[in-house]
């Protein structure tokens, strides 16, 4: 029966594709107050969107955590499937900021289709795949006036900020979102044309590391080699963390760590990777880092690691400015990996750098937001629906990943929903995710439709 | 005579003051490029008043660098004091930026007088001691018609910015500022009611390290691990430059420094400085850093640093955005002694940071800027009429001191004019220089223009 469904896919396309241009026009960025009214703009549109397709019970529930309120869920659901298994539809409508504006080729917010791709920000991140979700629950619901199994849809506004407020709903109103199985689309394919679905996410802590020395900033002629800045004592501090073999010297941080199997291990090894040109294209440095004794899919899937993000305070401007900063604070995150905890390595990284705190100096480290790592077992019906689903759409056999990036969610639905979680994305690694000129290839919005209607009328007729 | 002007500076002080404040409410900060008129309108506001003092062929001097369109000088000149000594007075018109600006008790370009002290940015540097010397001359000549011995005025716009113009203006046309000795107060007393002559500035170099990385901001999930962090990259070798004793690791950098001899060591001795009110009061920090084996005073005074001011880059705002940026700048000064020269110093920490370079970063050094350290006699007929004059102003011995902050022109006036500096400040050592809440003691300010009077008398009389 998902034959009329995706008939109608490819006959609505070029709609959906200018449907998502509208969203992809509210500039939904989570993080940034100025823009918590286009976050809840971009809520009420996928609402409209759910409502639209025929889902039912559509309606936003409002979060909020101690720092602050949250951005809304948007909720719907279609149970009329009975004896079927439910599924529950996940995906975000909050972006990362745009910054910096001027290395993107048009503006990112105002979509513009080069070369058979949309650019703008939030294209393939999320916005462009939760939109494959909604596009999907319309196509079957106009063409069979049902869908094949029942379905519970979650779309959450603070990704990008470590997701708070879903969890919190999760974890106190899990029975209202009952279901056998979620289905995420917020990852990519290994390379263009190759299915991929990812059966592994690293965790995360995001944090500020803020240094103080003087009570306030100081003429540099007349203080240095006196009074303790903080740069310097950041700068010694990050040293002492990271080696530049890209050892993490933080002691315990790597306790614990669960290794990927031999078998995942050997399948990674077959995957067409070309390290060289992952380094020209991907990342356009001249060496690749990390720890020389792992794989570069070892160090980006199945190891820790660290990375600083920017460092606020002192003087930013054009020229000079001769003065020793009262304070700085250093945006640090560390991505996890199975059998690390954030919480447990927060405590590591806060107790190591008050320990290596230099001379007059005194830090505050704060979490900003943290997410557990999980991998996601391959042997089960969900698994096998996507992939018979993606090998008809694409005509080839999918292959198994992990990713390098956090869907904190994830793992919340492993520990309090109990079910598992099919990650099938259809982003390109040269997607530009979180940097200028984010796109997404308009051929996988299309085909990622098509794979979801045919993944829940597999799930529905499968069981 | 001077007792005639010295009685007129009494009377007109609560004007003298009133200007200070005009001046001070134009928001003439040199490094930024939105303020170039300001700069000009302080500019135009020192050449009136020293029309208005009796000056002679004032003018602004325009001025360039390679870099750019410079900020203009002015000269003025009194030459009819035949047989007599001709004084160079030196000041500047420009300050420093405000920020940050929430740190200010009342805004930095709006005065305010509150206990004795007017607040405000460029109170003390420079334009309330500039100003001291434009109402001396004024007081003068509007008391006796004619002034002791010959003048010439030279107030630059570019002190805060390393001074470029005025230093090719003082090689191209020394000729035009034919003088015996230059009078120069941008500096301050030791202590509350301790006349101070300064003898000696540190040099320096004011650069920029930019390191880059990928070709484009990375999401730090996705790449973290394998792609190059410059941040991290900037921290390890920053952290490799200074360690955490305070001693700079730049192969060289040390070699050929020349120490205060040994009467001036002790002399410093017997200052009144009290380091644990100087930790407590003026820096404010748990402890001081720096070199554990010399004292605060040479610390500031005789040994080179190196601080960071800022590094620009990657993500500043609020909250968290998991990138990977593709470079990261930071805002890197040295301070030199005597013995060092900026270029030779600037060489070595290029060649070293090229050497110590992470794998996969790529950097560049530039100079902003740069000055050279000196030293002045004290062994002449200028210092003894400065000396006399604060004897008579303040009724106390002068003491000698060396300054750690830069004064590039004091380095060129010795170089290219052959002349010796008197460095007569008025500023204190809780003025707030470069940082929130700047201030001027008025009661420095009205015995700063009587110490010039008296001194400008004193090298009259003497010759």
Same mark, same amino acid.
């Given at each position: 029966?998902?034959?009329?469904?995706?008939?109608?896919?490819?006959?609505?396309?070029?709609?959906?594709?200018?449907?998502?241009?509208?969203?992809?026009?509210?500039?939904?960025?989570?993080?940034?107050?100025?823009?918590?009214?286009?976050?809840?703009?971009?809520?009420?549109?996928? #609402?409209?969107? /759910?409502? +639209? !397709? *025929?889902?039912?019970? @559509?309606? &936003?529930?409002?979060?909020?955590?101690?720092?602050?309120?949250?951005?809304?869920?948007?909720? #719907?659901?279609? /149970?009329? +499937? !009975? *004896?079927?298994?439910? @599924?529950? &539809?996940?995906?975000?409508?909050?972006?990362?900021?745009?910054?910096?504006?001027?290395?993107?080729?048009?503006?990112?917010?105002?979509?513009?289709?080069?070369?058979?791709?949309?650019?703008?920000?939030?294209?393939?991140?999320?916005?462009?795949?939760?939109?494959?979700?909604?596009?999907?629950?319309?196509?079957?619901?106009?063409?069979?006036?049902?869908?094949?199994?029942?379905?519970?849809?979650?779309?959450?506004?603070?990704?990008?900020?470590?997701?708070?407020?879903?969890?919190?709903?999760?974890?106190?109103?899990?029975?209202?979102?009952?279901?056998?199985?979620?289905?995420?689309?917020?990852?990519?394919?290994?390379?263009?044309?190759?299915?991929?679905?990812?059966?592994?996410?690293?965790?995360?802590?995001?944090?500020?590391?803020?240094?103080?020395?003087?009570?306030?900033?100081?003429?540099?002629?007349?203080?240095?080699?006196?009074?303790?800045?903080?740069?310097?004592?950041?700068?010694?501090?990050?040293?002492?963390?990271?080696?530049?073999?890209?050892?993490?010297?933080?002691?315990?941080?790597?306790?614990?760590?669960?290794?990927?199997?031999?078998?995942?291990?050997?399948?990674?090894?077959?995957?067409?990777?070309?390290?060289?040109?992952?380094?020209?294209?991907?990342?356009?440095?001249?060496?690749?880092?990390?720890?020389?004794?792992?794989?570069?899919?070892?160090?980006?899937?199945?190891?820790?690691?660290?990375?600083?993000?920017?460092?606020?305070?002192?003087?930013?401007?054009?020229?000079?400015?001769?003065?020793?900063?009262?304070?700085?604070?250093?945006?640090?995150?560390?991505?996890?990996?199975?059998?690390?905890?954030?919480?447990?390595?927060?405590?590591?990284?806060?107790?190591?750098?008050?320990?290596?705190?230099?001379?007059?100096?005194?830090?505050?480290?704060?979490?900003?937001?943290?997410?557990?790592?999980?991998?996601?077992?391959?042997?089960?019906?969900?698994?096998?629906?996507?992939?018979?689903?993606?090998?008809?759409?694409?005509?080839?056999?999918?292959?198994?990943?992990?990713?390098?990036?956090?869907?904190?969610?994830?793992?919340?639905?492993?520990?309090?929903?109990?079910?598992?979680?099919?990650?099938?994305?259809?982003?390109?690694?040269?997607?530009?995710?979180?940097?200028?000129?984010?796109?997404?290839?308009?051929?996988?919005?299309?085909?990622?439709?098509?794979?979801?209607?045919?993944?829940?009328?597999?799930?529905?007729?499968?069981?």
């Amino acid at each position: 029966m998902s034959e009329a469904a995706v008939g109608y896919t490819k006959e609505h396309g070029e709609r959906f594709v200018e449907e998502l241009k509208e969203l992809l026009r509210i500039p939904s960025v989570s993080t940034a107050p100025e823009h918590v009214g286009d976050v809840r703009k971009a809520a009420e549109f996928v #609402a409209d969107g /759910l409502r +639209a !397709a *025929g889902m039912e019970k @559509v309606r &936003l529930i409002e979060t909020s955590t101690t720092a602050r309120k949250g951005h809304p869920l948007v909720y #719907a659901e279609w /149970l009329h +499937a !009975a *004896g079927k298994p439910t @599924v529950l &539809l996940y995906g975000h409508y909050d972006v990362q900021p745009a910054e910096p504006l001027d290395e993107w080729k048009s503006p990112p917010f105002e979509p513009e289709i080069r070369d058979g791709n949309i650019y703008a920000r939030g294209a393939v991140d999320d916005k462009g795949q939760m939109w494959m979700h909604v596009k999907a629950l319309e196509s079957l619901l106009k063409t069979d006036g049902k869908l094949p199994v029942n379905v519970r849809v979650m779309i959450e506004g603070e990704e990008e900020v470590g997701g708070e407020g879903i969890a919190a709903f999760v974890r106190e109103h899990g029975d209202q979102l009952k279901a056998d199985a979620a289905l995420v689309s917020d990852t990519e394919m290994f390379a263009p044309e190759l299915p991929t679905l990812c059966v592994g996410l690293r965790g995360m802590i995001y944090t500020e590391l803020e240094a103080r020395g003087a009570a306030t900033d100081l003429h540099s002629g007349m203080y240095g080699g006196a009074a303790p800045n903080p740069f310097v004592a950041l700068a010694q501090m990050i040293a002492q963390m990271k080696r530049e073999d890209g050892h993490i010297a933080i002691p315990g941080f790597y306790d614990g760590i669960e290794e990927p199997t031999k078998a995942e291990l050997e399948a990674w090894r077959s995957l067409p990777f070309d390290e060289e040109a992952y380094r020209k294209h991907e990342v356009g440095s001249t060496e690749l880092t990390g720890e020389a004794m792992f794989s570069v899919l070892e160090r980006t899937w199945s190891r820790p690691t660290m990375d600083v993000h920017g460092i606020p305070g002192g003087f930013i401007g054009a020229g000079a400015k001769t003065v020793i900063p009262a304070k700085a604070t250093a945006k640090i995150s560390f991505r996890l990996v199975p059998g690390m905890r954030p919480e447990e390595t927060f405590a590591k990284y806060k107790k190591f750098v008050e320990e290596i705190c230099p001379k007059g100096i005194q830090v505050k480290v704060t979490m900003i937001h943290s997410g557990e790592p999980i991998v996601v077992s391959t042997d089960n019906k969900y698994v096998r629906a996507a992939t018979d689903a993606m090998a008809k759409v694409f005509g080839k056999e999918t292959v198994f990943v992990r990713g390098g990036g956090s869907i904190p969610i994830v793992g919340d639905f492993v520990r309090e929903l109990g079910i598992p979680t099919v990650m099938m994305g259809f982003g390109l690694p040269d997607d530009n995710l979180h940097a200028p000129n984010e796109k997404f290839h308009l051929a996988n919005f299309h085909r990622g439709i098509e794979s979801i209607v045919r993944f829940l009328d597999g799930v529905g007729a499968g069981s």
